[in-house]
């Protein structure tokens, strides 16, 4: 049975530890700020991670290959993790700077809703609601819709107007 180095050991614990806090800042990191929310270090938490999760990973996988069972062979493989971390942590880097500053569509808004096409759900009567869906963004919404004249269900509709934030004003398309 073979055993693994302590060096060895320790890198992997090191780089384990570092792809639990790139987890925690990719998907939580937003929820739990110590301090006020826009105060920002002068590196993110990815790159620190990154920088130690290539620095452990890339240490162990040395010191297995050297063989390192004196302090100066595991030094060695810590500047072979080293040299393994700079550039994770610079790729870390440009990527998180990609998705803070990616573009992205604005939000739908109720002006979006008129001209879109859609279909009656409930019919409408001539006094009151009835319930229309049409595609916002891509998506489907049903809305609260009201007519000139009464509009049965299946009656293909063009939004021309927003009443509010849920209800539109169709016409048959």
């Known amino acids: 049975m073979q055993v693994v180095a ?14 639990v806090v790139l987890a925690f800042a990719l998907l939580g990191g937003e929820l739990l700020h110590v301090v006020h929310p826009t105060v920002d270090g ?3 938490l990815e790159v620190v991670a990154g920088f130690t999760g290539a ?21 060695g493989a810590a500047g072979v993790g ?4 700079v550039p994770a942590a610079w790729f870390a880097a440009r990527l998180g700077r990609a998705a803070r500053t990616m573009r992205t569509d604005p939000t739908p808004t109720r002006e979006h809703l008129v001209g879109t096409l859609g279909v ?8 009151g609601y009835g ?3 049409v595609r916002l963004a891509g998506q489907p919404v049903k809305l609260n819709a009201r007519a000139d004249r009464p509009l049965p269900g299946g009656t293909q509709v063009f939004v021309v107007e927003t009443l509010s934030e ?8």
Do not use: C, D, K, W
Not at 10 to 19: E, I, K, Y
Not at 82 to 85: C, F, G, R, T
Not at 120 to 127: E, H, N
């Open 6 to 19: 302590t060096g060895t050991l320790v890198f992997l614990v090191v780089g384990a530890v570092s792809v």
């Open 131 to 133: 319930e229309v869906r």
């Open 55 to 75: 620095l452990g990973f890339g240490g162990a996988i040395a010191n297995e290959l050297i063989g390192g069972g004196s302090p100066g062979l595991i030094a």
């Open 42 to 44: 002068p590196v993110s």
């Open 120 to 127: 009656v759900v409930t019919p409408i009567p001539t006094t």
């Open 82 to 85: 080293v040299l393994a971390a």
């Open 166 to 173: 849920t209800s539109v004003h169709v016409e048959p398309y």
